[in-house]
């Protein structure tokens, strides 16, 4: 008899823990989709919008109908911007927000609403940076809809290998359509995959997949779930010397959480608030913005290293 309560007991535990993380996805969903149906107003240098949706460090212009087929269902910009003179652009496909009820009950959307800050941040640091992933093989980890940061390397850095993935199917079809748009000739260094955190890093203990030298990762710390299947991965398939470039704001008390674990795990952790000139001044400037939350917004750098050899510290100024 006792038997059977305790294992009412936990049935019930395990269902109110799954419905208070049902109740916190939908939560942050309704305010992605109220976001983006109030629209992002201008594309231009203003930076003073309504609701904050993005540092604008990219000029993004929309582009004409490219394929009647997929017009009604989603638009495509060319994302564009100047790096030390040097002109980077790409073609982004946005999805119209239009989930089916089988989609908003199943894996994570917040990857297909939008592209969010960090994801945007992170794109401009490593364009910023191109010189640190010649030859390197790199993983994007939670990548969203566009897998901006992984693709714009894809076409601008000797990279050896980019791997773009996210958990979420329909964020990977998008990711797929950018991917054959942007590569008509394909790109044989380029692979894109669902990648769901849980499962591939015990796959990967257990199959010794090759280790990458380089991973991404933007605004994925603040699922509480899924923290520690996080930190897994990026354990798990790391090389010795390798380096994962973790760009999330602060939300709370859920970088720190996520730094913490990773420390707990082995990881020499640095976190970095001004990285990027250009991008601190953005931040100065939206600051007065009273949509602008510091806090929910603006993206800490955290790099995390097995191991530090004395010139990769020097190299990245840690
Ligand atoms: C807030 S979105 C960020 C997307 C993108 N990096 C950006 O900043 O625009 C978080 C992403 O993490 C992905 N994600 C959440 N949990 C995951 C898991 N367990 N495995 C793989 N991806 C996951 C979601 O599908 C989503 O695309």
């Known amino acids: 008899m006792s038997a059977v309560l305790s294992n009412t007991c936990q049935q019930t535990k395990e269902s109110s823990k799954r419905n208070e993380i049902a109740r916190r996805r939908w939560k942050i969903l309704a305010r992605a989709l109220q976001r983006s149906s109030e629209g992002e107003t201008n594309e231009d240098e203003d930076v003073s919008v309504r609701r904050f949706t993005s540092f ?92 901006l940061a992984g693709l714009f390397l894809a076409k601008y ?17 998008n990711v797929q359509y950018i991917v054959d748009r942007n590569f008509p000739q394909g790109n044989d260094r380029l692979v894109c995959s669902v990648l769901e955190w849980g499962s591939f890093w015990r796959l990967a203990v257990n199959q010794h997949i090759k280790p990458y030298d380089i991973i991404l990762s933007a605004d994925c710390l603040f699922f509480d779930e899924a923290r520690n299947d996080l930190v897994e991965t990026i354990w798990t398939v790391l090389s010795e010397n390798g380096t994962a470039f973790v760009m999330a704001p602060q939300r709370g008390d859920t970088f720190d959480k996520f730094r913490q674990e990773a420390k707990a795990r082995g990881f020499i952790c640095s976190s970095k608030k001004h990285y990027s000139d250009h991008v601190w001044n953005r931040h100065l400037q939206v600051k007065q913005n009273c949509d602008y939350d510091e806090n929910i917004h603006y993206p800490l750098l955290l790099i995390l290293k097995k191991s530090m050899p004395a010139e990769i510290g020097d190299q990245f100024n840690l």
């Not at 969010?116 to 809809?145: D, M, R």
């Not at 990279?159 to 079809?173: R, V, Y």
Request: a neutral charge; aromatic letters at 12%; one cysteine or more.
């Open 157 to 173: 850095s000797s990279a050896f290998k980019i791997h773009l993935t996210d958990g979420n199917e329909s964020a990977m079809k």
């Open 56 to 147: 604008h460090l990219f000029a993004m212009k929309l582009l004409p109908s490219y394929n009647n087929s997929t017009s009604s269902v989603a638009s495509w910009s060319e994302y564009s911007v100047v790096v030390a003179r040097e002109k980077y652009s790409i073609f982004i496909r946005h999805p119209f927000p239009n989930f089916t009820a089988t989609e908003l009950m199943g894996f994570n959307n917040t990857g297909n609403i939008c592209i969010w800050p960090s994801e945007e941040v992170l794109a401009f640091y490593a364009l910023c940076n191109l010189q640190q992933f010649a030859g390197k093989t790199i993983l994007e980890l939670g990548g969203g809809s566009t897998c």
